[in-house]
């Protein structure tokens, strides 16, 4: 993959550096500051930024799994007029992620054109892999998180005073819970799917497709009986897991050889993933022409980049959820 070493652009192999014996290893994510009510400190113990409105920025693609969490984590807790979002264009290129137009990135950083100014903005002399999601504090002219995991559960609190939103997607009681099934899906189907699409043997293809589907398998019977992924509250390991399945026939299935069955399938996880999708708001972070064109466009993957006309998606349809027990959110006690 291109990536920027020492500060500087380098063209070269989408991936190469994240290959290891034909298997696809994520690159860990560098920025992990935190956003708290008022700057106080984050999960860490070390100082955080303060809550304001119209300082952080998201700069997203929306082909991008990771990137599409944080899309719906600022759809669902009220902060589209806090945090404002930049969209790169749905293929990577030699440049890496690319805006259409230059974005105003505040005062302190020049516009951006490339995903990588904002890295060496950040850290001049940064080495590693360039990649959304970005929260980024347009006053200080720096890189906040770069890792979605943690952004959204940034996005679930930090903000509360200001949008009198109570949601919380993350509940205190449900955390272990949540980490355990947040582990199992993001090894076998978040990554999985990438483990199989990078693979460049084999054998680490077929281990890595199996386990998409293994786990997929199981979520499909665990959900007969669960209305939500840890339990009766949608929390964050149902956004989590949405956003792969919302691109999983659509890309995963071709692109990726993930092609044993389709998401569409699964009776209960096709259903779960409408009444998802049919969820506040959260259907327009969901940009099907986006993913087919930026997936297809991996050049490794598919030289000619030629987009295909199907499948025909239709997350609108009715689903049939509320025969089980769900008590949708819980709101956080005041
Ligand atoms: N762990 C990160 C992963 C982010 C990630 O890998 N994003 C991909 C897009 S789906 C990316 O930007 N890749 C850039 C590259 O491979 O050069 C997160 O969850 O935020």
């Known amino acids: 993959m291109p990536a920027l070493v020492n500060g500087e652009w380098i063209k070269g192999d989408v991936a190469a550096s994240e290959m290891k014996d034909g298997a696809f290893h994520r690159e860990q994510t560098h920025?992990?500051?935190?956003?708290?009510?008022?700057?106080?400190?984050?999960?860490?113990?070390?100082?955080?930024?303060?809550?304001?409105?119209?300082?952080?920025?998201l700069f997203v693609s929306y082909l991008c799994p990771w990137a599409s969490r944080t899309l719906i984590f600022r759809n669902l807790k009220g902060l589209r007029d806090i945090i404002r979002i930049s969209v790169a264009?749905?293929?990577?290129?030699?440049?890496?992620?690319?805006?259409?137009?230059?974005?105003d990135a505040g005062a302190k950083a020049p516009p951006i054109r490339y995903l990588h100014q904002l890295y060496t903005a950040s850290e001049p002399r940064y080495t590693g892999k360039v990649s959304v999601p970005v929260l980024w504090d347009r006053k200080e002219g720096r890189i906040v998180n770069n890792e979605s995991a943690d952004i959204i559960r940034i996005l679930n609190s930090a903000f509360d005073a200001m949008t009198g939103d109570d949601q919380d997607f993350y509940p205190e009681e449900s955390r272990p819970q949540i980490?355990?099934?947040?582990?199992?899906?993001?090894?076998?189907?978040?990554?999985?799917?990438?483990?199989?699409?990078?693979?460049?043997s084999q054998q680490t293809y077929e281990e890595a497709a199996s386990d998409?589907?293994?786990?997929?398998?199981?979520?499909?019977?665990?959900?007969?009986?669960?209305?939500y992924i840890a339990g009766q509250h949608l929390t964050e390991a149902d956004w989590r897991l949405f956003v792969t399945l919302a691109r999983f026939d659509a890309a995963y299935h071709g692109v990726f050889k993930c092609n044993i069955r389709r998401l569409c399938d699964y009776h209960n996880l096709s259903n779960y993933l409408r009444e998802l999708y049919q969820w506040q708001d959260v259907r327009e972070t969901v940009r099907i022409d986006h993913i087919k064109r930026g997936y297809y466009s991996i050049a490794h993957l598919n030289p000619t980049r030629i987009v295909p006309l199907g499948p025909l998606h239709n997350f609108d349809a009715p689903h049939d959820r509320e025969r089980l027990l769900g008590k949708g959110i819980v709101r956080r006690a005041k």
């Open 179 to 200: 980490d355990a099934w947040n582990r199992l899906i993001y090894d076998n189907i978040n990554n999985g799917v990438y483990r199989a699409g990078f693979a460049k």
């Open 212 to 227: 998409v589907f293994k786990v997929l398998d199981k979520l499909e019977a665990h959900l007969a009986d669960h209305r």
């Open 31 to 57: 920025f992990h500051n935190w956003i708290t009510p008022d700057g106080n400190q984050g999960p860490d113990g070390q100082p955080a930024f303060p809550a304001e409105p119209d300082r952080y920025q």
């Open 89 to 103: 264009e749905p293929a990577i290129g030699e440049n890496g992620w690319t805006f259409a137009n230059e974005q």
